[in-house]
């Protein structure tokens, strides 16, 4: 893999590598022709990933658009994580010349572009210098910025299984909803608060904090993992996860971008009002409905209800 074996190269999750993460998040579109427009504007910029890939190193950059002409299902209807096939590897050469040192760089793809959906690219690196895939990132940042694309910095933790992961960053659990309601609260999420569906993550119960009522099976001693339902923002400045329990009881967590608020003042302000939004949103609807319980508690201990 080091010395460019090309029947060797790709990296998987078993190896420590450096990696970046994106995601190019959609707008919401009531005109047809804005979701046309938008459509053709991430077409612009699969050419320019082609151009980056040679293919006879790397399988055909076939990824499948998905919108509301051709869309068959709600994303929200399976509860599982339909196949390994959700993302595409390909590798970038970013040698230039013969003389130069081998140095490559691995593009991971989501398999799908769907409108409502926020699309993901990845850049792992293990055989290259920090300064070439700089370059490389560079110049994806601004064919995103020249086609019209909102594109953000997404947070490794985001994508995890443990939310838990980030040993200085706690997730808040925003709400504990019965299914019917569960439901309502993440159709608001989109409606009313500009969040947009960020695919599916596996969740391990152990690392959900307890919960009252809450439930899940355990099997051959252990509990069975769950699939959790991600959102983020159109900022990008925050995700939410829901996932439910074998009650249909759902959870709500909320986590910020650290990498958009970290050293923003503007952003800082910006996710807290949103927060704040929400909460007050939960807490109204709970009045209307006041057998259900909120739990707005920021340092929760990662447990799990007996």
Known sequence: MIC???????LSEDFKFRRIGFG???????????????????LRLLDYLKKLVPQADSPEMDIKVVSTSNRQEDVLVSKYIKSADRVK???VQLR????????????????????????????????????KVEAQIQLLLRRCMQYGLRIVQLPNYAN????????????SVLAYE???????LEEQLNVKFQFAYDGKRWVDPVEIPAAPGFYFPIVRGKRSRVVGRQYIHCSGIAFIRAFEDEKGHTIFLWLQNRFLTGNSEDMIAAASSLLKDLKAHIKQSLIDNDNHFV????????QVAN
């Not at 190019?24 to 991430?42: A, H, S, T």
């Not at 739990?295 to 990662?302: I, L, N, S, Y």
């Open 24 to 42: 190019i998040i959609p707008d919401r579109f009531d005109d047809p022709g804005k979701e046309f427009e938008y459509v053709q504007k991430f």
């Open 178 to 184: 019965s299914s019917d309601k569960g439901k309502i």
């Open 160 to 171: 995890s299984s443990n939310l838990y992961l980030h040993p200085f960053i706690t997730p």
């Open 295 to 302: 739990q707005e508690t920021h340092d929760a201990e990662p």
């Open 4 to 10: 460019g074996d090309p029947a060797k190269v790709g």
């Open 89 to 91: 590897r390909f590798i």
């Open 96 to 131: 230039k010349g013969t003389r130069d040192k081998y140095e490559w760089l691995e593009l991971v793809l989501d398999a799908t572009f769907d409108t409502q959906q926020a699309f993901r690219i990845d850049v792992n690196w293990l055989v290259a210098s920090c300064s």
